[in-house]
């Protein structure tokens, strides 16, 4: 940044309009604005932070607006105060604003109308213009408030970075000049993110993915056994069956059994015929269960049916006329037969009763066929609970027939193990185990297929919960991915930072030892200076020992300078250097020292000062380099201060 | 008076949450929502509107209607026939309400007979589920009911 001009506006004691062009030649750097004590150096000072910043405590530093303006302005209108100034920064030229309106409410009294805030504006090489949006964050990004103090400073004050516990504020200026708060944001952050990444890694990760993994793949395992040995079972099944065939054959081939086992042939037909019929019965049965639902709510259908009818006896559905036609009799105000129908007379209250009774079609329609389907369902469906009855009873009879036929057949197999032909007994023995491994084989059917359809679920719920688990689980795999990156770049910036800062630190040392040594007198037996890893500020004297507490008040603002300046070279910071009363505590070697020195250090170099600080060899040191020149005049009858130029 | 506009149709009928998977069984319909070969033969319903209907009709036989705390999708409202299915519902509500304004509401209907369905789902769940031949059971439940039933009189 590069200050050009500045224009004030009923500023502090600064009546009407008063402006400042600031030199911007590089050879001539140096603006002085002169000033007796209380011209209004101070008040000029600050309008720079004002203007930028919008800093100002009215509490320590009194009213902003010009009290003679305030005076003189008629009640109840608007008095405004501003300060303008024109900056450039990188090549492109700027023009910041901030003013501030009050108006006059009796002759002692005035009410603030607020502050207009920072208006920046950027103005091109052919005088276009354009507006900053969000111009104070524009701002804190040319020179941030926080660097401000360490370039718009009190010459007074300025021994503040040497004073005993100073190493806090070195500490500060060098972070916020240097912009390493940047970095150690970064690092906070990055430090936060990675925090955050493995609270959530921790609560996703579980290792649940596996062990539903191994779950299915157990499921799945025991599913194909279980229809391996269901293969089997149903093989071992066929076996069964063609040996008990090949048995009772072998046994019809045998004369004196024949007729045996001819019965025995009729019994299983009887008994196949009769397990057939009770299926399909118990599929009746379920079919009229599921249908059933419409008896069961026969009392409400009735109870329905019953008030439907109701409302239809008393002709209220369907409505007898229409409620659209006795809306437009009322409207006509007069009947069809020509007799008026006027309010409140017994035709209109007659009518106004029949349409409070009427119901919408919408409503009629759906009553109508409501009473309709609620009638139908009502006469055409059966006993179908009787229905379901009557199946139980076959059902039952079925039972009893299936029980007979069964003994009937145990009592001829019985007949055949006790038959008084060896063969007859041994086949028929055989026929039984056969008969009664089949039955074994079909009840381990019954039970793998049950077994399946329980895997098959546990299989599909598992695939589920494994798809779920996946999304978590690439969730995770993200997130330790994030995790890692954040903490790489968390510890990258971590040393970053560190070196970044020990290389600024060095180099800040080394600067403000060379200038340190330019601004030095001859007479100072200080010639070093150092800046240790606790940011203490250092001067070595001669013998190379630490000096600090052994400063005069000259040489601790000698040194601070050579801390600003180098702080600023260092940053490379282009801004310029404001200082408010520079030499007032300075003697004349450090004054003649710096005077010489200083404007070669810095760009651009502005300096309010007293009629007494720039004695006759200070002034002729800076004589060449100075610019432009203005005075501070106060008139005491006015109360309010000018600006002259004076070269 | 009802001027027949529907704010939302809906078209789905809700029950309890927590009694989704015992209507799924007694319908013989597996987790997934497919049919299961030995469910299928062994559950006592054949679908699961079937079994919101006997629900329905059993807590409107024993008078409990309640409203649903937590409710899931169980079936599309498009499955219920007009001039059955929706005429059992109708009822219902005209019998629940005494009003037959209700007939203006599908939404109150379905409402109506979903509070009915979750009362009476209960006595269905104690009769027919986590039970060995199931529809035997359900069999037995309904001709308990059979001597309650008044004889239609034929036109």
């Known amino acids: 940044m590069k200050l050009e001009s500045m224009r004030l506006y009923n500023f502090r004691q600064f009546y009407g309009e008063q402006r400042i062009r600031f030199s911007v030649d590089k050879k001539k750097n140096v603006t002085i604005v002169n000033g007796v004590m209380g011209a209004g150096k101070t008040s000029l000072h600050r309008a720079f932070v004002w203007c930028l910043y919008g800093e100002w405590d009215e509490q320590t530093r009194g009213q902003i607006v010009n009290k003679r303006a305030i005076n003189e302005s008629p009640l109840n209108v608007k008095v405004e105060t501003s300060v303008q100034m024109v900056f450039t920064h990188a090549g492109e030229r700027y023009t910041a604003v901030r003013t501030l309106q009050v108006v006059k409410t009796s002759e002692s009294t005035w009410q603030p109308l607020g502050e207009s805030g920072l208006s920046l504006t950027k103005i091109t090489l052919s005088g276009q213009h354009e507006t900053i949006r969000n111009a104070q964050n524009f701002l804190e990004f040319i020179l941030p408030s926080s ?28 972070r916020n000049v240097l912009r390493i708060e940047v970095l150690e944001r970064a690092r906070h952050h990055l430090d936060a993110v990675a925090r955050d990444y493995q609270k959530d890694l921790k609560s996703r990760a579980s290792g649940r993915l596996q062990l539903l993994l191994v779950t299915k793949e157990g499921a799945q395992s025991e599913l194909d056994d279980a229809q391996k040995r269901l293969e089997e079972l149903r093989t071992e099944k066929g076996l069964a069956n063609k040996q008990i065939e090949e048995l009772n054959e072998r046994l019809r081939q045998i004369e004196s059994v024949k007729e045996w086992e001819e019965k025995k042939r009729g019994v299983q037909s009887q008994l196949q015929s009769c397990e057939k019929t009770r299926e399909r019965i118990w599929a009746e049965v379920k079919d009229l269960v599921n249908r059933s639902y419409v008896q069961m709510s026969m009392p409400v259908i009735l109870k329905a049916t019953k008030l439907l009818d109701e409302k239809r006896e008393r002709g209220e559905i369907p409505p007898g006329i229409r409620e659209q036609f006795i809306q437009d009799l009322i409207n006509r105000g007069e009947c069809i037969c020509k007799r008026p129908i006027i309010e409140g007379s017994p035709e209109h209250q007659h009518l106004a009763r029949l349409l409070q009774r009427s119901v919408s079609t919408y409503l009629t329609n759906a009553v109508v066929q409501c009473a309709g389907d609620l009638r139908s369902l009502a006469a055409n469906t059966g006993d179908t609970l009787g229905q379901i009855k009557e199946r139980m009873v076959e059902k039952a009879k079925m039972e009893d027939d299936i029980d007979a036929y069964s003994q009937e057949l145990t009592d001829i197999s019985q007949h055949l193990l006790q038959f008084d032909v060896e063969e007859v007994r041994l086949l028929e023995k055989k026929r039984k185990d056969h008969q009664d491994r089949l039955y074994s084989i079909i009840g381990d059917i019954g039970r793998k297929e049950e077994r399946i359809e329980v895997l098959h679920r546990a299989i599909e719920t598992s695939q589920r919960d494994i798809e779920k688990a996946q999304v978590t689980e690439k969730r995770a795999r993200r997130l330790q991915k994030s995790l890692s990156l954040a903490t790489r770049a968390h510890e990258a910036v971590d040393r970053m930072c560190d070196v970044f800062a020990a290389d600024m630190r060095k180099r800040i040392q080394t600067e403000a030892k060379q200038i340190f040594q330019r601004l030095v007198w001859k007479e100072s037996q200080f010639q070093d200076i150092c800046l240790s890893e606790d940011y203490s500020l250092e001067v070595l004297d001669r013998w190379g020992l630490p000096a600090r507490r052994e400063l005069s008040a000259g040489e601790r603002q000698v040194l601070s300078l050579a801390f600003i300046i180098a702080m600023a070279r260092v940053a490379g910071e282009e801004a310029p250097l404001v200082v408010d009363t520079p030499f007032g505590r300075l003697s004349s070697a450090p004054r003649q020292s710096i005077t010489k020195n200083i404007p070669e250090l810095l760009e651009q ?23 432009a020149e203005y005075e501070l005049r106060f008139d005491q009858e006015t109360g309010s201060a000018t600006v002259a130029q004076l070269n | 008076m009802n001027t027949g506009a529907q704010a939302t149709r809906r078209d789905r009928v809700y029950c309890e949450k927590s009694q989704i998977n015992i209507y799924r069984e007694l319908a013989g319909i597996g987790e997934s929502g497919r049919k299961s070969a030995a469910g299928a033969n062994a559950a006592p319903f054949r679908s699961l509107k079937e079994v919101f209907l006997a629900a329905a009709c059993l807590g409107m036989r024993t008078g409990k209607q309640i409203p649903l705390k937590q409710r899931e999708d169980l079936a599309m409202l498009s499955y219920f026939n007009d001039h059955q299915d929706m005429a059992v519902l109708r009822s219902i509500a005209i019998a629940a309400t005494g009003q037959i304004e209700v007939l203006g509401d599908v939404n109150q209907i379905v409402t109506i007979a979903e509070e009915y369905a979750n009362g009476g789902f209960d006595e269905l769940k104690r009769a027919a589920w986590g039970v060995a031949l199931p529809l ?20």
Do not use: C, M
């Open chain 1, 605 to 627: 170099l502005i300096l309010f000062v007293t009629d007494e600080e720039l004695h006759k060899q200070a002034r002729q040191n800076l004589e060449p380099r100075i610019g």
């Open chain 1, 147 to 174: 660097v401000s103090p360490y370039f718009f400073f009190d010459g007074e004050q300025i021994d503040e970075f040497v004073k005993p516990g100073h190493e806090t504020k070195v500490k500060s200026a060098v």
């Open chain 2, 136 to 155: 035997q059971r359900v069999v037995e439940l309904f001709l308990g009911y059979k001597s309650e039933i008044p004889k239609v009189p034929q036109e």
